[in-house]
C-alpha cells in the first residue's frame, strides 16, 4: 500500500485538507497574538459555533451555501460582542487572566452547545454540487475535499494581497512589529485589534462551517482543533501569515503522514516538532514581531 502512488497522493490530498482547516483557524489567532498579545484559548469555540449554526441554518433552509454565508457572519457577530462585552476590559490584564477567561468561556461554549443542540453528532450533508468522487491514480476522492483545498488557498492568496498590497495590510504589519510606533504614526490600533480580531472570528466560522460535512458536529470539536491550532501558532510565529500557513501544512502533513508511516508515534509527532521549535527557533519560524 505505501508503495502505491495513488494512495501517498491520496494521503497527501488528505494532509493538504487538514492543512487549510488549520490555516482558516491559526492566522486569525496568529495576528491576535502577534498585534495584541492576547492570549484568546476560545477561539477553537468560535468553530464550534461556525459548525453548530451552519448546521441550524442549512437544516432551517435546506441549504449549505446559505450556511457556508451566514454562519460566519454570525460567529463574527459573536465575536464582537465577546470583545466588546469581555475581551477589552482584559486586555491589559496579563497573560494568566487572558487564559483563565477564554479558558472559561470554552466551557460556557460547551454547556451552551449541549443545551441547544444536545450532545449527540449531527450531520450536515456536502452541497449536491459537490457531494461526489472523483478519481485520482485509480483511488476515489470527494470533490467537497478538493474544494476545501481550494477555499484555504484561495483565503490565503486574498490575506496575503490585503497585507501585502493595501495600506489597511500595511497598517496591521506595522502594529504587529511595533504598536506603540505606530499609534504615534497615527494607526489606531485599538480599532485596528477589533477590525483583526472580528476578521479572525469570521475564518474561525468559516473554518467550522466548511468542516462540519467532513467531521460531524458535536460537542467538543472545539478542543480537539485547538492543540493543533496553537502548535501552529507557536512554531509559524506570532502575526504571521507566512507562518501560519507554512505551519498548518508542517503539521497538517506530519499528522496525515505520521498516522500512515507510523502510527504508534503519530500522536507525539507534533509535539517533538513543538518542542524542537522552542529549543532552537523559539520566536518560531517566520515570526512578524522585530527583534
Request: hydrophobic share 60%.
Amino acid at each position: 500500500m505505501l508503495t502505491d502512488p495513488g494512495y501517498l497522493f491520496v494521503q497527501f490530498l488528505n494532509g493538504l485538507q487538514f492543512s487549510m482547516l488549520l490555516f482558516l483557524l491559526s492566522v486569525g489567532l496568529s495576528v491576535t497574538f502577534g498585534l495584541m498579545n492576547f492570549v484568546n484559548l476560545a477561539h477553537g469555540a468560535l468553530y464550534a459555533c461556525g459548525a453548530f449554526i451552519g448546521y441550524s441554518i442549512a437544516v432551517w433552509t435546506g441549504s449549505f451555501w446559505a450556511a457556508f454565508l451566514l454562519a460566519p457572519l454570525a460567529v463574527c457577530v459573536i465575536g464582537a460582542v465577546l470583545y466588546g462585552v469581555l475581551i477589552r476590559q482584559v486586555r491589559s490584564a496579563g497573560p494568566l487572566t487572558q487564559v483563565l477567561l477564554t479558558f472559561g468561556l470554552i466551557f460556557i461554549f460547551l454547556d451552551a452547545f449541549r443545551v441547544i443542540w444536545g450532545d449527540l453528532a449531527l450531520g450536515v450533508s456536502a452541497p449536491t454540487l459537490l457531494a461526489t468522487n472523483i478519481h485520482i491514480f485509480g483511488q476515489t476522492y470527494p470533490l467537497y475535499r478538493l474544494f476545501l483545498i481550494a477555499l484555504g488557498l484561495a483565503v490565503y492568496l486574498i490575506l496575503w494581497l490585503a497585507l501585502e498590497r493595501t495600506n489597511i495590510g500595511a497598517m496591521v504589519r506595522a502594529s504587529v512589529d511595533n504598536a506603540e510606533m505606530a499609534s504615534c504614526l497615527g494607526v489606531n490600533v485599538e480599532r485596528l485589534f477589533f477590525a483583526v480580531f472580528c476578521t479572525g472570528c469570521l475564518l474561525a466560522g468559516l473554518a467550522g462551517v466548511a468542516a462540519a460535512p467532513i467531521f460531524s458536529v458535536y460537542p467538543g470539536m472545539d478542543l480537539e482543533i485547538l492543540i493543533p491550532t496553537l502548535i501552529v501558532v507557536v512554531i509559524g510565529g506570532l502575526g504571521s501569515l507566512k507562518g501560519a500557513i507554512v505551519g498548518s501544512l508542517l503539521i497538517g502533513m506530519l499528522q496525515t503522514f505520521g498516522q500512515v508511516l507510523i502510527p504508534q508515534l503519530a500522536g507525539s509527532l507534533s509535539y517533538i516538532l513543538l518542542g524542537a521549535t522552542l529549543i532552537l527557533r523559539p520566536e518560531g519560524l517566520f515570526p512578524a514581531r522585530a527583534h
